[in-house]
């Protein structure tokens, strides 16, 4: 059994390195520059490095868009041919010959069948300071995201203290989640200092921001 690392090194550069058992060597097998740090046929996995005085990754769970067919709308039933549609349909090929039932189409007669269905997003933004540049990382990669987890360390009367510690708060992670259109937003990672009602404080502080 090969285990792979991936460590995200500054202007996104990520070393891929192979860890071998029983000795447990690391290789390194090479250093790639882009945003997506894992990717598989279903989904991608892309990061953002933010401020925290330390570096902090901010992650993006992206599921890939699928094409789906609505057979119920042709006269047809399912077979090859559905994925002879679906592939002249990705590449745009609208004269692909498609045979159904010892018939003949033209793959554009038949593009009407298909939808493609957006695949869902999840976000993970942990601690980062609420500074206008990490703002800006945040909307580049977490713009029309379904659901994110973001930090809100501290109430807003508590601004000082996160200014000081490169920590989020309350209204300032609201603002940024209603920039990005954030479909539902969830604060998370509070200060350990605070308790029941002061959480609802916090929280009756991110929610009155972001859905106004």
Same mark, same amino acid.
């Given at each position: 059994?090969?285990?792979?690392?991936?460590?995200?090194?500054?202007?996104?550069?990520?070393?891929?390195?192979?860890?071998?058992?029983?000795?447990?060597?690391?290789?390194?097998?090479?250093?790639?520059?882009?945003?997506?740090?894992?990717?598989?046929?279903?989904? /991608?996995?892309?990061?953002?490095?933010?401020?925290?005085?330390?570096?902090?990754?901010?992650?993006?769970?992206?599921?890939?868009?699928?094409?789906?067919?609505?057979?119920?709308?042709?006269?047809?039933?399912?077979?090859?041919?559905?994925?002879?549609?679906?592939?002249?349909?990705?590449?745009?090929?609208?004269?692909?010959?498609?045979?159904?039932?010892?018939?003949?189409?033209?793959?554009?007669?038949?593009?009407?069948?298909?939808?493609?269905?957006?695949?869902? @997003?999840?976000?993970?933004?942990? /601690?980062?300071?609420?500074?206008?540049?990490?703002?800006?990382?945040?909307?580049?990669?977490?713009?029309?995201?379904?659901?994110?987890?973001?930090?809100?360390?501290?109430?807003?009367?508590?601004?000082?203290?996160?200014?000081?510690?490169?920590?989020?708060?309350?209204?300032?992670?609201?603002?940024?989640?209603?920039?990005?259109?954030?479909?539902?937003?969830?604060?998370?990672?509070? @200060?350990?200092?605070?308790?029941?009602?002061?959480?609802?404080?916090?929280?009756?502080?991110?929610?009155?921001?972001?859905?106004?």
């Amino acid at each position: 059994v090969l285990y792979e690392i991936r460590e995200i090194k500054e202007n996104n550069q990520i070393v891929v390195s192979q860890l071998r058992p029983p000795e447990w060597q690391v290789i390194e097998l090479e250093t790639k520059q882009e945003s997506i740090i894992y990717s598989t046929d279903k989904f /991608d996995v892309s990061y953002v490095m933010l401020d925290h005085k330390t570096a902090s990754i901010a992650y993006l769970f992206k599921e890939k868009d699928r094409i789906k067919i609505n057979i119920s709308k042709s006269e047809f039933k399912g077979g090859k041919w559905v994925n002879e549609l679906k592939t002249a349909f990705e590449e745009n090929n609208k004269t692909a010959a498609i045979h159904i039932e010892g018939t003949t189409h033209q793959a554009a007669a038949l593009f009407h069948l298909l939808e493609i269905k957006r695949g869902d @997003s999840l976000g993970i933004i942990m /601690d980062h300071a609420a500074s206008p540049p990490n703002h800006e990382k945040i909307i580049s990669l977490f713009k029309d995201c379904n659901t994110v987890f973001i930090e809100c360390f501290y109430k807003l009367e508590d601004k000082a203290f996160a200014e000081l510690n490169f920590h989020s708060y309350s209204t300032a992670s609201a603002r940024i989640m209603k920039a990005c259109q954030v479909r539902n937003a969830i604060p998370v990672h509070f @200060s350990r200092k605070y308790r029941g009602a002061e959480i609802d404080i916090l929280l009756e502080e991110f929610y009155k921001v972001y859905n106004t």
